[in-house]
């Protein structure tokens, strides 16, 4: 997806004059240029363009509110002198994972008077002799450099990440309308559960009529015992007639 494009999704039915953070990692920029982003977003104050193939911040609308520049991950090598005239309250630049060699590149920054934090990972001016020590001479408003102050103190993440950590409370409360979307449906689940008692039931019911069944069975069994015992006794009595209506004729 290109810039352009992806600036108007995150606009969201908003004005650009609404949005006060703006992330376009993973975009594409034409040419390595920013693009779609225009001045009428002057209530910005956090940006990011992290991996969009950037090549130069030349193209940069005046921002003045904006205070956090993610740059990481592009191939920028200079070029930032005109950062401290589009972004002159900016507070933290990082510009990690681009093609920075010297430290001729970076030292238009200290024209930005209020930049706090400055953070160049995995950039070739890292490898220089005593590094940390020429950008702290070279940039004395800076606090922290790649994520360390002077005397080698990890900045707090309520100084370093203070706008990524409003990011995360969308993400959460993202996350927490997943959650309940995920409840929702308890009705289901009171109809599953409602099957299932049903199915109890007819279960039961069968077992009620299988064992009514078997009584009825039972019940006729005896019946039949009982006829079976009747036609006996009445054979027997019949005998004894015919025996005794024999002895009868034996004595005349």
Known sequence: MDMKKRIHLELRNRTP???KELVLDNCRSNEGKIEGLTDEFEELEFLSTINVGLMTVSHLPKLKKLKKLELSDNRISGGLEVLADKCPNLTHLNL???KIKDLS?????KELGSLKSLDLFNCEVTNLNEYRD????LLP???YLDGYDKDDKEAPDSDAEVYAEGLDDEEEDEDDEEEYDEDA???DEEDEEGDDDEEENEEEEEEDLSGEEEEEEDLNDKEVENEDDEEEERGQKRKRQLDEEAE???DD
């Open 96 to 98: 990690s994972g681009n």
């Open 248 to 250: 009868e004729d034996e």
């Open 17 to 19: 004059s609404d949005v």
């Open 105 to 109: 590149t970076i030292e238009p920054l």
């Open 185 to 187: 449906p308890a009705g």
């Open 134 to 137: 020429n950008v702290f001479k």
């Open 141 to 143: 408003q800076l606090t």
